[in-house]
């Protein structure tokens, strides 16, 4: 396996972890799990997508939509956090070109992790945060030696 594609599964599996935690937590309505499941995992096989700025500045203006719909109309703040947080995670996935693209996708399986913490209190977040950070350090062993490839 060369390293491009360890650090790309790597990256995955922190997403993945994250939204892991999130859904046994219970932050996740469950037929949303999957959605997204499948969307992380297409994204695996087909490889990042090009797009314009104007095209990148619609999308996250209808994820910002979706959202206040979301938050308005279901009217659980959390939630309609969690799933915004899912939506530019698997946005990020597809759009990925640069290192900056998976520190973003980083940080929002952190904060997935962190609003985990905030729903649940049990032995399940313990391990699934023992997961993660476990799969955070090895990705960011690789996102700090892939500097030394390039």
Same mark, same amino acid.
């Given at each position: 396996?060369?390293?491009?594609?360890?650090?790309?599964?790597?990256?995955?599996?922190?997403?993945?972890?994250?939204?892991?935690? #999130?859904?046994?937590?219970?932050?996740?309505?469950?037929?949303? %799990?999957? $959605?997204?499941?499948v969307l992380i995992l297409l994204s695996l096989f087909?490889?990042? #997508?090009?797009?314009?700025?104007?095209?990148?500045?619609? #999308?996250?203006?209808?994820?910002?939509?979706?959202?206040?719909?979301?938050?308005?109309?279901?009217?659980? $703040?959390?939630?309609?956090?969690?799933?915004?947080?899912?939506?530019?995670?698997?946005?990020?996935?597809?759009?990925?070109?640069?290192?900056r693209d998976y520190l973003v996708l980083y940080l929002?399986? $952190?904060?997935? %992790?962190?609003?985990?913490?905030?729903?649940?209190?049990?032995?399940?977040?313990?391990?699934?945060?023992?997961?993660?950070?476990?799969?955070?350090?090895?990705?960011?062993?690789? $996102?700090?030696?892939?500097?030394?490839?390039?």
């Open positions: 396996m060369t390293y491009g594609r360890s650090f790309e599964i790597s990256s995955y599996c922190v997403l993945l972890t994250g939204l892991l935690t #999130i859904s046994l937590a219970g932050g996740v309505w469950i037929p949303t %799990v999957p $959605f997204f499941l087909w490889g990042p #997508i090009r797009q314009t700025k104007r095209s990148h500045a619609l #999308i996250i203006a209808g994820c910002l939509l979706i959202f206040t719909a979301d938050y308005f109309l279901l009217g659980d $703040f959390g939630d309609a956090a969690v799933r915004l947080l899912l939506m530019l995670g698997v946005y990020k996935l597809w759009t990925r070109q640069s290192h929002v399986s $952190f904060a997935l %992790v962190l609003i985990a913490a905030t729903y649940t209190v049990s032995i399940s977040y313990l391990f699934t945060l023992c997961l993660f950070l476990f799969i955070s350090i090895l990705t960011l062993i690789l $996102f700090e030696s892939g500097k030394g490839y390039s």
